[in-house]
């Protein structure tokens, strides 16, 4: 549930960015998403790091981080391909972006979890 919460505040982020970048870059939705994905996985890591798995061992903030951006490249393939995909073929989602980053971030999610529950934030204690 903590996961989800921060994914739902994630999304936040990443249509906040999107929007912003198109309103300073015009139509540019193929890289606004990528810079809104790149801020976006960086404040849920922060988020998850803090929220989400704060009961387990802290590793070394620059290598987690590294290690839960390249676990999550997974899920952003997904996602941006579901993204890319609907802004391409849907006039409501070329004219409304933020539609297909919701079904692209939605699409990503549970490739998401299992990579960072399994890779990023597992316990340290014990081992």
């Known amino acids: 549930m903590r996961f989800a919460l921060v994914g739902g505040s994630g999304f936040i982020v990443d249509i906040a960015v999107l929007q912003l970048y198109l309103k300073l870059f015009g139509d540019r939705p193929f890289s606004g998403q990528a810079v809104a994905w790149s801020v976006a996985v960086t404040t849920n890591w922060w988020m998850n790091r803090s929220f989400t798995f704060a ?7 620059v290598r987690q981080w590294a290690h839960y951006v390249a676990i ?17 073929t849907i006039p409501l989602c070329r004219s409304e972006p933020w539609l297909a980053a919701a079904v692209g971030s939605i ?21």
């Open 55 to 61: 009961a387990q061992e802290p590793a070394p903030l």
């Open 72 to 88: 999550n490249s997974g899920g952003a393939l997904v996602n941006y391909a579901v993204y890319a995909g609907l802004v391409a």
């Open 107 to 127: 699409a990503a999610l549970g490739l998401n979890f299992m990579g960072a529950k399994r890779f990023v934030f597992r316990s340290t204690l014990g081992q």
